[in-house]
């Protein structure tokens, strides 16, 4: 059984410019979950998305977008990106009958 | 609105000794609460669940409503527990929304 995946593990970019990051659920999960987790703090819901769709968000602008595809792999997108955005972005799937979250080990963009 | 707070970034203890992480929580309805955990060069993994009330690698949490808390409890922690661990709620019906606490690193010490 594959677990989640995410890519790129690290990345730079400079304030103002726009990111991908990508994810690949586990095998069998048709939800997926973006997190933001700044240094010494715990991981913020970003938004979810079930069946190509978003179905709940956290506190986040609406710079931070999302795509989910039918093999329920799952895309991040950030535009405008601000200092602030630094962190470690974690992608978890799960089924959307289910408790728990399966996590990727996290995409860690830097924005200088 | 729903908030996890861990009052201790840092917890350290004997092997052998009990040991005890805190969680508080806020939720206005009927929340479920989770133990996440990470270790070293590890991604973030269930630990357990309320809904199960199991033990899970000999830790077990107790869901009191009445004091809006879920401590995780080992009584002989042994070094291989040495880990972060985040408390976590879920309210609502958005299946993948969890929200987190700052988490707890527990050292144990040989």
């Known amino acids: 059984e594959t677990g989640v995946t995410q890519s790129p593990t690290h990345l730079i970019k400079t304030r103002g410019q726009q990111v991908t990051l990508r994810c690949s659920s586990q095998s069998g999960h048709n939800t997926v979950s973006w997190y933001q987790q700044a240094l010494g703090q715990g991981p913020q819901f970003i938004f979810q998305?079930?069946?190509?769709?978003?179905?709940g968000r956290g506190n986040f602008p609406p710079r931070f977008s999302g795509l989910q595809f039918p093999n329920y792999s799952s895309e991040l997108n950030v535009n405008a990106l601000e200092l602030d955005d630094s962190a470690l972005y974690l992608c978890a799937s799960s089924h959307q009958t289910k408790l728990e979250l399966f996590f990727g080990e996290g995409s860690r963009l830097t924005v200088l | 609105a729903q908030r996890v707070t861990q009052p201790e970034k840092l917890l350290s203890v004997f092997k052998g000794a009990p040991v005890e992480l805190k969680c508080n929580y806020s939720?206005?309805?009927?929340?479920?609460l989770f133990w996440y955990v990470q270790y070293s060069r590890q991604r973030l993994q269930l630990l357990l669940r309320h809904i199960s009330r199991e033990s899970i690698k000999g830790f077990t949490a107790d869901l009191n409503k009445g004091e809006t808390s879920f401590h995780l409890k080992k009584p002989f922690a042994q070094e291989e527990d040495s880990a972060m661990y985040y408390c976590a709620l879920r309210g609502g019906t958005s299946y993948g929304k969890l929200t987190f606490g700052q988490g707890t690193i527990l050292t144990v010490h040989p």
């Open positions: 939720y206005s309805g009927s929340p479920e």
């Open positions: 998305y079930y069946r190509e769709e978003e179905n």
